[in-house]
């Protein structure tokens, strides 16, 4: 590629760019949605004077147990989402794709939104799951089949920016809708957002490789003009990029990509496991996705607000939100760094520095060292948001071929919540077998949190090649 305008985005491609990505603002939004809300939600706070408005009552009475599981089935439906989504890519495009996770974020946030009762609350939950499940897996795949090479990986950074920009609008419409009467507008207005990009659906093109695959050549053109301003060789990429962009593959495949290679037959999860030539990508995705989870970081923001309110208890409330906003400001580092510093190296540099937290929050909760312990929680959330939370979703298109892409990134986005519903049912417990009743190695935890990241880390270095 040549021309100027195969380097960037027309206008439309950006607008194109992102309404993709509210499927993984959608994920960041519902991640964080009960979290200012669960007060109200189950009664703990409640408005005596008014027990219904507009016919539906201001909280549902619920234990933490039965709170739990309402929460826990937005994993649970992600699990089942990812799990089923390179069937529903490869099957209704990437376009149809995210229509189909609109619907269902646009319908489990109603229910939700309008229940009376827990059954539906676990319903609205689920689909809400199922729908970011799916979401996440396609997310960084039409990100990366519409981008131009020279901004792919930049471009591919931008699906974590999303979730993060969704945890961070939740937490902060808490603090104005976390009422009696208010907190349903948090999940309604999800509903809306969904039921906006849904309709304007239309106006989206398909991806160039999609329509590619599936011989639709003229199709795939009048996309790519749209996208890029002008009309480009069906392969996108020259033999030196796609080199540097396909380092696991094998080098009869790293030439340009003809037109017959590209239409393969889309493989099936099963298929992927079967076939040896796969299984150096499909290995790399998983020890990526296992690194990421195995961190910790859930767990952390999970029960974060218990050891940050030791040090600042006139502002618990509030520490939800700061965690949030410097986890943003930390995540657009990688945009401009992934394509010069690489993206084993940036997550090396990561990992180095999650490690080094860790220590710091071990050390800091056995010593009784709040300050340290909270200042450490923080750098951890920032080390995590440069490298371990997005490089793993920009390299699942990279280190797949184009035919395998939607079944290798189904397995890796599976684990992915699997791994995260394991750390966030275990942590709690593991903490206090770990501490054996002494609340001054409660610490110790965390230095098996290091250990852990820093042997899947170092799986994950011998796999790839980037």
């Known amino acids: ?58 909280c549902i009475p619920m234990s933490d147990a039965t709170f739990s599981v309402v929460t ?6 992600g699990f089942f989402g990812s799990l089923s989504a390179n069937i529903v890519m490869d099957r209704y495009g990437r376009k149809g794709a995210s229509r189909l996770s609109a619907v269902l974020t646009a319908v489990g946030s109603a229910v939700f939104g309008l229940s009376s009762s827990v059954g539906p609350l676990i319903l609205g939950r689920f689909l809400v799951g199922l729908a970011a499940g799916l979401g996440i897996c396609l997310c960084p795949i039409y990100l990366s089949e519409i981008a131009p090479v020279k901004i792919k990986g930049n471009l591919g950074v931008l699906t974590q920016l999303a979730i993060v920009i969704g945890i961070m609008v939740t937490q902060g419409m808490g603090f104005g809708l976390a009422t009696p009467r208010q907190w ?80 393969q037959p889309a493989m099936t999860i099963p298929q992927v496991f079967a076939s040896t030539e796969l299984r150096r990508p499909l290995l790399t995705i998983i020890a990526a996705m296992t690194s990421q989870q195995i961190s910790g970081i859930n767990a952390v923001l999970y029960y974060s607000n218990d050891i940050l309110s030791k040090s600042l208890p006139e502002l618990a409330s509030y520490v939800s939100l700061v965690i949030t906003i410097v986890n943003f400001f930390m995540t657009f580092p990688p945009i401009f760094l992934i394509e010069r510093v690489g993206r084993k190296q940036l997550i090396q540099l990561s990992v180095a520095a999650a490690l080094l937290s860790h220590l710091a929050v071990g050390y800091g909760l056995n010593s009784g060292l709040v300050t340290l312990s909270s200042i450490a929680i923080t750098t951890f959330v920032m080390s995590f948001a440069f490298g371990l939370g997005p490089i793993p979703f920009v390299i699942i298109p990279e280190v797949a071929p184009p035919h395998a892409v939607s079944a290798i990134s189904s397995v890796g986005l599976s684990l992915n919540w699997s791994s995260n519903f394991v750390v966030g049912l275990i942590f709690l417990p593991l903490r206090n077998f770990l501490a054996n009743g ?29």
């Not at 003229?218 to 003009?225: G, R, S």
């Not at 002494?438 to 980037?466: H, N, Q």
Request: proline share 5%; hydrophobic share 40%.
């Open 1 to 58: 590629m040549t021309s100027e305008g195969a380097h960037t985005f027309t206008k439309y491609g950006w607008l194109v760019c992102l309404w993709v990505l509210t499927v993984s603002f959608q994920y960041g939004y519902h991640t964080s949605a009960l979290n200012q809300l669960q007060a109200v939600l189950t009664c703990k706070i409640a408005d005596a004077t008014t027990p219904m408005y507009y016919g539906l009552p201001t």
């Open 184 to 263: 349903r507008f948090v999940l309604l207005i999800s509903s809306g957002i969904s039921i906006f990009q849904y309709f304007s659906s239309p106006f989206v093109v398909e991806s160039p490789s999609y329509l590619n695959r599936k011989g639709l050549v003229d199709q795939e053109k009048l996309a790519i003009h749209r996208l890029w301003g002008e009309i480009h060789d069906a392969s996108r990429i020259d033999p030196e990029e796609q080199d540097s962009e396909e380092p696991l593959l094998p080098d009869s495949d790293s030439a340009t990509e003809s037109p017959s290679a590209v239409r």
């Open 438 to 466: 002494d609340p001054m190695k409660e610490g110790r935890i965390f230095y098996l949190f290091a250990v852990a990241l820093f042997c899947s880390t170092l799986w994950f270095s011998k796999l790839y090649r980037g």
């Open 72 to 77: 826990s089935m937005y994993t649970m439906g």
